[in-house]
């Protein structure tokens, strides 16, 4: 059972290395589509995959083998293998769209918002996690550090002169 999870660390760490390719890069700002990259994706799709894997084996053992200690294994990795389905489901899901100055966001399930620009009351960055936007109706929309044209929602924020500050309350951080 070590074996096995070992495996699926290596997988998890090399394949993002293997699947090195840019998402295609688009200089276009009247039009902007935050979405987590084909790697990402990809990398939780197999995740998934292998996770489901491990569980049918973990079943059959268990099921067959009337192995009780293979059943804290399935307990665990049925819980890994529903946090990857949630994970790919968003990784998938999750884009925010602008344009004409409107944030279009879609969540988990594909349930599609729409926000103003100049509606942001406030927009707070975290270096290692993203912008976290705050509209004066109270809504929150978060653009994820790790979405394509991640940089560019700072570029939209100061075309609207809307001021990003960082976690700490300092306005417009500097570099990280």
């Keep these: ?16 290395l293997i699947l090195k390719s840019e998402d295609e890069k688009d200089d276009n700002y009247d039009r902007v589509l935050f979405k987590f990259s084909k790697k990402i ?41 529903l946090l990857s389905s949630i994970l790919y ?3 998938r899901n999750k884009k925010i769209l602008y344009t004409n100055d409107k944030l279009y966001a879609y969540n988990i399930l594909g349930k599609k918002s729409s926000f103003n620009v100049s509606d942001i009351k406030e927009a707070i960055e975290n270096p290692s996690d993203g912008m976290k936007l705050i ?11 790790q979405m394509t044209n991640y940089s560019k ?5 100061e075309k609207n002169n809307i001021i990003y ?12």
């Design 1 to 16: 059972m070590f074996s096995t999870v070992v495996t699926v660390c290596l997988i998890s760490i090399i394949l993002p």
């Design 41 to 81: 994706r990809l990398t939780m799709l197999i995740s998934t995959i292998i996770f489901i894997i491990i569980l049918v084996f973990a079943t059959i053992t268990v099921v067959f083998n009337n192995d009780k200690s293979a059943l804290s294994a399935l307990v665990i990795f049925s819980m890994f293998t």
């Design 89 to 91: 489901i968003l990784t």
């Design 135 to 145: 509209f004066k109706d109270g809504r929150k929309l978060k653009v994820d550090i």
């Design 153 to 157: 929602i700072k570029e939209i924020l």
């Design 165 to 176: 500050k960082d976690k700490h309350g300092n306005d417009v951080p500097k570099g990280w």
